[in-house]
């Protein structure tokens, strides 16, 4: 699976939009972007996922590049409790595994 | 509501001393599979099941084992549990096929070998 490459921590004033990127420069054409987040020692929490169209749901828009190489996870209108550790996960699925490999993520930090 | 339960949430135990960390999910998930999480390491999978009696080794599969012998329950049995073995353990499901869905976690059970 391709590696991902994450901001170590980022700050968003509460109610702007947050932009999380990720790089996955390595990223095969049969492999996904997820995202999930953590908050505090929670278990993770499903986000969204892609796999070359732009993607929006109810808590997240994802916005992956062309050549796929990057992409951007987008709170439009970030709050407190938004503060979390993001990680992007890139996976392929099929065959006997469907493990996922956790990075180090981003720690973003909500500001009032 | 659709989740995914760890028992216990918390853990304090002795080397050596046989223990079970119970996980159950009500959305009829065929795939389950259990996660460890420390410092600097951050989460690694121990064992997943592709279904009822379909269990295979993770990453750092060594002290555990597994079962699955209904789809609703995947428990985490620490036969001889050791200090190393201390750290915050999450259990998740999702339904096949996976590339479609995330994984539903539990909350954790945070585990303290003395």
């Known amino acids: 699976d391709a590696k991902t490459t994450q901001p170590p921590s980022m700050d968003c004033a509460e109610g702007r939009a947050a932009n999380l990127p990720c790089n996955h420069s390595?990223?095969?054409?049969?492999?996904?972007v997820y995202w999930y987040r953590q908050i505090h020692s929670q278990g993770p929490q499903y986000i969204i996922h892609g796999l070359k169209n732009n993607e929006t749901n109810e808590m997240a828009s994802l916005i992956i590049t062309e050549d796929r190489k990057s992409s951007t996870l987008i709170l439009p209108h970030a709050t407190l409790r938004d503060t979390a550790v993001y990680y992007c996960i890139v996976i392929k699925y099929g065959g006997a595994t469907n493990k996922l490999i956790f990075g180090t993520g981003t720690l973003l930090a909500v500001q009032p | 509501e659709a989740q995914v339960t760890q028992n216990p949430r918390y853990l304090i135990t002795v080397t050596g001393k046989k223990l079970t960390v119970t996980c159950s999910q009500n959305?009829?998930?065929?795939?389950m599979s259990w996660y460890r999480q420390d410092p600097g390491l951050g989460l690694r999978q121990i064992y997943y099941s592709m279904n009822v009696e379909v269990t295979d080794k993770g990453d750092v599969p060594e002290g555990y084992k597994v079962s699955r012998k209904e789809k609703r329950n995947f428990p985490l049995i620490l036969e001889s549990p050791s200090p190393n073995q201390t750290s915050l353990y999450f259990c998740a499901s999702s339904p096949p096929p996976a590339r479609y869905y995330g994984y539903t976690f539990g909350s954790g059970t945070r585990l303290t070998v003395v």
């Open positions: 959305m009829n998930h065929e795939y």
């Open positions: 390595t990223i095969s054409g049969n492999e996904y």
